[in-house]
């Protein structure tokens, strides 16, 4: 069946860094888009972009420009997100999802919570 | 970016009732809307694509509806599984948006 594991939840300290993973099984991983949306506690869902996983072309959503990396290990099947220098309003679970064709989410994965606090 | 406005925020309603969460478009999304649910450390969801299209394995007494700007999703004859998170999303164009969601409690 297919799935969409995340890793685990993160703690970090302002200023580092957090790399996030998400292997997709149950399907040919480079047929379709990998998305990633951030829900920070107690908000709705804010989508961050998404990562063409044939080509490994990403693309950011405005808010998520700089300081955010979209990238693959196709040959593991899976997508990560790196966060760079951390923020506290990065505070938030962030989901992986696949998308079909003019991008619905037909899968997700269950969230990675990350906790930026000193 | 296409502003999505969903209502009501929360919702409490029994077993066998019949329940309705609203969706607007900021501007016209033709029918590129989609629904999910949510359920306590659970994966999100997709129950309905396209405004009114059913994902498989969504169960017949939901139900979606509505193209341009208003949409809604209807449950009928609620189930005790059916609680949890109801959200809306514009595939129209990029950002992809949300609503805020609806939180369903089930009496």
């Known amino acids: 069946q297919i799935q969409l594991v995340q890793s685990g939840p993160e703690l970090k300290k302002p200023g580092e860094s957090v790399k996030i993973s998400c292997k997709a099984s149950?399907?040919?991983?480079?047929?379709?888009?990998m998305h990633w949306v951030k829900q920070a506690p107690g908000k709705g869902l804010k989508w961050m972009g998404w990562?063409?996983?044939?080509?490994?072309?990403?693309t950011y959503a405005d808010d998520f420009k700089g300081r955010f990396v979209f990238s693959l290990e196709a040959s593991a099947s899976t997508a990560n997100l790196q966060i760079s220098n951390l923020k506290n309003e990065d505070t938030a679970t962030y989901f992986c999802a696949r998308s079909v064709g003019r991008y619905y989410f037909d899968y997700w994965g269950q969230g990675v919570m990350v906790t930026v606090s000193s | 970016d296409v502003q999505m406005t969903q209502s009501p925020s929360y919702l409490a309603a029994s077993p066998g009732e019949s329940v309705s969460i609203s969706c607007k478009a900021s501007k016209s999304i033709s029918n590129y809307l989609a629904w999910y649910q949510q359920k306590p450390g659970e994966a999100y969801k997709l129950l309905i694509y396209?405004?009114?299209t059913l994902q498989s394995g969504t169960p017949s007494r939901f139900s979606g509806s509505g193209s341009g700007t208003d949409f809604t999703l209807t449950i009928r004859s609620l189930e005790p599984e059916d609680f949890g998170l109801y959200y809306c999303q514009q595939y129209y164009e990029k950002p992809l948006t949300f609503g805020s969601g609806t939180k369903l409690e089930i009496k």
């Open positions: 149950g399907y040919t991983f480079t047929d379709y888009a």
């Open positions: 396209s405004g009114s």
């Open positions: 990562i063409n996983t044939y080509t490994g072309k990403p």
